[in-house]
């Protein structure tokens, strides 16, 4: 079993930054892929960004050129640093790891960013 507890989502200004975390608890050396996910009201829950294990990463499109995805492995950990925020980027985020042995995803509670224009 694998928790994931995020943080670091808050209510900030357009253009401004955000930097989320997510620390995995449990078995995490059966973690691979980890990435960050979001959901707007009334939405389906969109792809942000995902690393693998060794440091490969995706980004949706909305997410590029202003969102970084960073992981420290033996802790754990994933970050999202979140720069020149819109109003669009207003969702919950959650954060999401894949054990690639069993095929399971685990999802933490998720945590709301807010950006006001």
């Known amino acids: 079993q694998v928790q994931l507890v995020e943080s670091g989502g808050g209510l900030v200004q357009a253009g401004g930054s955000l930097r989320l975390s997510c620390t995995a608890s449990?078995?995490?050396?059966?973690?691979?892929?980890m990435g960050w996910y979001r959901q707007a009201p009334g939405k389906q829950r969109d792809l942000v960004a995902t690393?693998?294990?060794?440091?490969?990463?995706n980004y949706a499109d909305s997410a590029k050129n202003r969102f970084t995805i960073s992981r420290d492995n033996a802790k754990g950990t994933v970050w999202l640093q979140m720069n020149s925020l819109k109003a669009e980027d207003t969702a919950v985020y959650y954060c999401?790891?894949?054990?690639?042995?069993?095929?399971?995803?685990?999802w933490g509670q998720g945590t709301q960013v807010t950006v006001s224009s």
């Open positions: 999401g790891a894949h054990n690639p042995a069993s095929t399971r995803v685990y």
């Open positions: 449990g078995f995490i050396s059966s973690i691979g892929a």
């Open positions: 690393i693998t294990s060794g440091g490969s990463t």
